[in-house]
């Protein structure tokens, strides 16, 4: 049975959203959550940027610096924050680079993460780990646990008097679910933990995204806030700021965080300055309507291929825009078998969809809900997999 969460009919298209997206007509791209669309109308605003840029390179870098910092005020503001505990980066994968960087650690020290985490964020927390001496502790979150709660207390289980720094996702990436929900995080403040949270697809998607009791938090805004790739942010609290230290040195760098994290020289700043665009547009578009259109398309989509194709769904979190089920077990269970299903979605049905063996070694499959995707494309999906499965 698919969970309450999941309506039996999809949502009706918004209108409004027709002729927003450039993306190939004949596809179903039903992945927006590893790399986004951007917008049309934000393209024309970095491609105004870029022809600025080549009209006049010197006089660009000279005041990008200030219109820099003017973007940066613009995106705090559309995520409930405060600019100057706030930097832009390229995205969660820098991100996560400075703030375990910025911690100290010390051997004995543990750094916890869960078994939903992010692959590259937990290979950073574990070479982390190895260079300090500290020790990566993984705490098994289970698959079918069907609340908040039940997440809260598998993390809070993992944690000790040795555990100095917790790494946790505000929405995990392949299994869709919460895990560092504002409770969890104030709790493990309380215990001294330093909190480091990913928050890659909380941007655009969850109103006032950014957690306060967080001292490093992080997000892309190319996945669910229509900025053009690579836009990322990363928050850190005022206790924090004057420690951060950046991943290189700059000619920014004396007048310390934010600027010291955001100047790196001859770089591709367009994207940065156009992402207030996608907030703009998200505002225009009505983000309520926006994100209950999302959400229950995501819905309908994992209950047709649960109907359709007889997969097993995994809990569902509100709000969330992506759904992740249980792909068949034994056949899907290694990331060379879940990356030659995904390659034959593509050459033979033209879907794209992410997936990979999941915390328990089962396969699993997620999909995405934005604007441009249609019931129809999940009901492909379902009828492409049935198809796979019977080879």
């Not at 650690?105 to 982390?128: C, E, F, M, S, W």
């Not at 909190?195 to 995204?209: I, Q, S, W």
């Not at 649960?306 to 509100?318: K, N, Y």
């Amino acid at each position: 049975m698919v969970d309450d969460l999941s309506p039996l009919e999809p949502p009706a298209p918004l209108p409004v959203a027709d002729g927003l997206f450039s993306l190939a007509p004949e596809a179903a791209h039903l992945n927006h959550g590893s790399y986004g669309a951007v917008p049309v109308p934000v393209q024309r605003v970095q491609e105004r940027l870029r022809v600025e840029h080549e009209l006049d390179p010197d006089g660009f870098f000279a005041d990008l610096p200030d219109r820099i910092a003017g973007a940066r005020t613009r995106i705090a503001a559309e995520l409930g924050t405060d600019p100057g505990r706030l930097a832009l980066v390229a995205n969660v994968t820098e991100a996560v680079a400075i703030a375990l960087d910025t911690v100290p650690l010390a051997p004995g020290d543990r750094i916890l993460v869960t078994d939903h985490g992010y692959g590259a964020v937990n290979q950073a927390a574990a070479r982390k780990a190895a260079e300090t001496g500290a020790e990566l502790v993984v705490a098994p979150v289970p698959l079918d646990a069907a609340d908040e709660e039940s997440v809260r207390e598998a993390v809070l289980a993992a944690v000790d008097g040795r555990t100095a720094v917790a790494v946790l996702d505000r929405i995990s990436s392949l299994t869709a679910r919460t895990v560092a929900a504002p409770r969890l995080v104030a709790e493990l403040r309380e215990r001294g933990v330093t909190t480091v949270v990913d928050g890659a697809h909380a941007p655009g998607m969850l109103p006032a995204p950014v957690d306060p009791n967080a001292d490093f938090w992080f997000g892309n805004l190319h996945k669910w806030a229509f900025a053009p790739r690579a836009t990322g942010v990363l928050a850190v609290r005022p206790e924090w700021t004057a420690r951060v230290r950046p991943l290189a040195l700059s000619w920014e760098h004396h007048r310390g965080f934010p600027a010291c994290v955001e100047w790196r020289g001859t770089c591709d700043y367009t994207p940065w300055l156009a992402a207030p665009a996608g907030f703009e547009l998200l505002r225009g578009l009505g983000r309520e309507a926006v994100a209950g259109h999302n959400a229950a398309l995501a819905g309908y989509g994992q209950r047709v291929l649960v109907e359709r194709a007889g997969l097993r769904p995994l809990p569902a979190s509100p709000g969330v825009w992506m759904r992740t089920v249980r792909l068949p077990a034994g056949r899907f269970d290694t990331e060379a078998q879940t990356r030659a299903l995904l390659a034959e979605l593509w050459r033979r049905y033209a879907i794209r969809a992410t997936g990979r063996p999941g915390p328990d070694g089962g396969g699993l499959l997620r999909v995405s809900a934005q604007l441009y995707n249609r019931a129809a494309e999940y009901e492909r999906l379902a009828d492409a997999l049935v198809e796979l499965f019977k080879e």
